[in-house]
């Protein structure tokens, strides 16, 4: 298993930005894909992004898709999601996710979970 721990969420207002990261322990880091969900007061929780274990191949959900970034740095076990422009309708707890040698976007694919991160976007 792999330890994950998010950190840089907060409140803003509509139209700023936030960098989430998320530090990695355990397991090696570059053996896993990537994953940041978000999940807001009622709802399920729902992909955002994705990074393979290299950082070539990314995937967003089509609602962050130009304003929303994933990248990573295998050196430091770490992986971030750059958010910018950002809505109220992107107010939600964001959890860090990790699949094991495989390709995902699905909560299933992932199973290692971090303990979330409240973003907070005022209008």
């Known amino acids: 298993q792999v330890q994950l721990v998010e950190s840089g969420g907060g409140l803003v207002q509509a139209g700023g930005s936030l960098r989430l990261s998320c530090a990695a322990s355990?397991?090696?880091?570059?053996?896993?894909?990537m994953g940041w969900f978000r999940q807001a007061p009622g709802k399920e929780r729902e992909f955002v992004a994705a990074?393979?274990?290299?950082?070539?191949?990314?995937s967003y959900t089509d609602s962050v898709k130009g304003r929303f970034t994933i990248s990573r740095e295998n050196a430091k076990n770490t992986v971030y999601l750059q958010m910018n422009m950002l809505k109220p309708e992107d107010t939600a707890v964001y959890y860090c996710?990790?699949?094991?040698?495989?390709?995902?976007?699905?909560?299933?694919?992932?199973?290692?979970w971090g303990q979330g991160t409240q973003v907070t976007v005022s209008s």
């Open positions: 990074i393979n274990w290299s950082g070539g191949s990314t």
């Open positions: 996710a990790a699949a094991l040698r495989r390709w995902g976007t699905s909560r299933g694919d992932f199973g290692s």
């Open positions: 355990g397991r090696p880091f570059s053996l896993y894909t």
